[in-house]
């Protein structure tokens, strides 16, 4: 490519400039250099390509995004099909007379100025072509130097997934030059330049199966320090809104129906193990499996997820209900086991109660001991503190299954603490136990209301947290 330039090159030493002919030999060559259509175009023989066109130069930047071909979560990429121009002035160069621009060569831009632009955030850049490069290289008359070229980039996006998949991630990316600082090149947004003529509105949203992306660019100044000073950047804000619609669908309610599901169980009765059973276990196995789906088809981070909080919260008021029913299951079996051993101790102090008056002799040395009360040469037998208390229970109330939160337990005189803790547990148990689903009852009102006030505080945290996340 270089045999093309030698002849322009060996010219350039020649007097105050060049001047092409329609020399056949020598149009043979300009024409794979730059198109003057038969024009005279004069080269200053001072022109320097490692100098800026002055001090302080602005840089016009400006993207025309035409596609987002995608956004990789995992590698936190977003890949772009854009068309980028560059303009800059250029006084050191005009354009023939009578012209208002020319075309020069996509070759061309190694013997003149161009800007040594750096963008941060690139991964890749590829020139899109089809039967040559989309490249172009234009001067202006008004000593305008303008760079277009559709490219496909890939851009580096640092994202946090906390949020998801609430999160809204932002991306900036920075147009800045590598070498010039501030003083010698400034870089600026021009949304429409005067060479560049647009039909209709440009672009500004892109809607994918999962993100809304939006492009913004920032008009404040920015500075890059690095190297040897402080280099002036011009900002793209990009932002990428998660569509929240697929997941409340796929993810949001279905597990909020397993939880309501749930709460059928309360209904059903005790008993019937089986049918109890299968619901609990089954809505409990399925937001399992949809918790390690979650997972697994999300990104990575550092922290629980948001979804993840709400399918293992879920998880929790299932795997409370299924613990709620292993509680009445005990008290069932619990209170069945105790109704038939203090009816056993009612007939028996029954039976004592009844027995016929005992004649005492004194001479007649009892085997067992017995405290009474003489009443005329009669004893009247009298029980025990224990068996007392049992008859007093027994004398003022029934043993029912159905009505167990009711019962007065007997007291203890010692008033010790582990005598009236062991009270109170028979009296949860026994609670729990009612044939008439005392406990069902109460869950069935709690879990709910639970339940509620967790969705409540979970999407006013989360929504205020992805609300001030997001920038202003």
């Not at 059928?264 to 059973?277: A, Q």
């Not at 997820?305 to 795997?319: A, G, N, Y």
């Not at 051993?341 to 085997?367: G, K, W, Y």
């Not at 709690?446 to 997001?470: D, G, K, N, Q």
Request: hydrophobic share 40%; glycine share 6%; net charge neutral.
């Amino acid at each position: 490519m270089w045999t093309l330039f030698m002849p322009l090159l060996a010219l350039l030493a020649q007097g105050d400039g060049v001047s092409f002919t329609p020399n056949k030999e020598l149009l043979e060559c300009a024409s794979q250099i730059l198109y003057i259509d038969q024009h005279a175009y004069q080269l200053p023989t001072n022109y320097s390509r490692n100098i800026p066109p002055g001090k302080n130069t602005t840089v016009y930047i400006g993207v025309n995004v035409n596609r987002v071909s995608g956004v990789d979560e995992n590698r936190e990429e977003i890949t772009l099909d854009v068309f980028l121009q560059v303009s800059w002035e250029e006084m050191r160069l005009k354009v023939p007379p009578g012209r208002s621009y020319i075309d020069l060569p996509w070759e061309f831009r190694q013997l003149i100025w161009t800007p040594d632009l750096y963008i941060w955030q690139l991964q890749t850049m590829r020139i899109l072509s089809v039967l040559q490069e989309m490249a172009s290289l234009r001067l202006y008359a008004n000593r305008t130097v303008s760079v277009s070229i559709g490219a496909t980039i890939t851009i580096k996006c640092e994202m946090d997934f906390v949020l998801y998949p609430l999160d809204v991630q932002n991306c900036a990316i920075d147009f800045s030059s590598y070498k010039y600082t501030r003083e010698d090149v400034r870089f600026e947004w021009r949304e429409v330049a005067p060479w560049f003529g647009l039909a209709g509105e440009q672009r500004r949203e892109f809607r994918l199966p999962k993100y809304v992306v939006t492009f913004v660019t920032d008009k404040s100044k920015h500075i890059r320090n690095f190297g040897e000073g402080e280099h002036s950047a011009a900002r793209l804000q990009i932002k990428l809104s998660r569509e929240l619609r697929g997941y409340l669908l796929e993810s949001y309610l279905p597990s909020s129906l397993f939880v309501i599901i749930s709460w059928g169980s309360f209904c059903v009765i005790p008993e019937i193990v089986p049918g109890r059973m299968v619901l609990l276990v089954t809505t409990l196995l399925s937001l399992v499996t949809m918790f390690d789906t979650v997972s697994t088809n999300s990104p990575d981070a550092l922290e629980l997820k948001c979804i993840e909080v709400w399918l293992i919260s879920c998880t929790i008021f299932v795997f409370l209900a299924l613990l709620e029913y292993f509680v009445v299951l005990f008290g069932i079996r619990y209170d069945k086991s105790w109704s038939r051993r203090r009816q056993d101790l009612r007939r028996a102090a029954s039976a004592a109660q009844l027995a016929p008056p005992i004649h005492i002799n004194h001479s007649q040395r009892l085997s067992t001991p017995v405290s009474g009360t003489p009443q005329g040469g009669v004893f009247s037998p009298q029980l025990s503190v224990e068996d007392e208390g049992l008859k007093q229970q027994f004398s003022h109330q029934t043993i029912q299954r159905d009505s167990p939160i009711l019962d007065t337990m007997p007291g203890d005189s010692s008033g010790s603490f582990l005598v009236r803790f062991a009270a109170m547990a028979d009296r949860g148990v026994m609670f729990c136990g009612a044939q008439h689903g005392a406990l069902d009852k109460f869950a069935l009102m709690v879990f709910p209301i639970c339940f509620t006030l967790f969705t409540i505080i979970y999407w006013t945290t989360y929504l205020s947290e992805a609300h001030r996340a997001m920038p202003d």
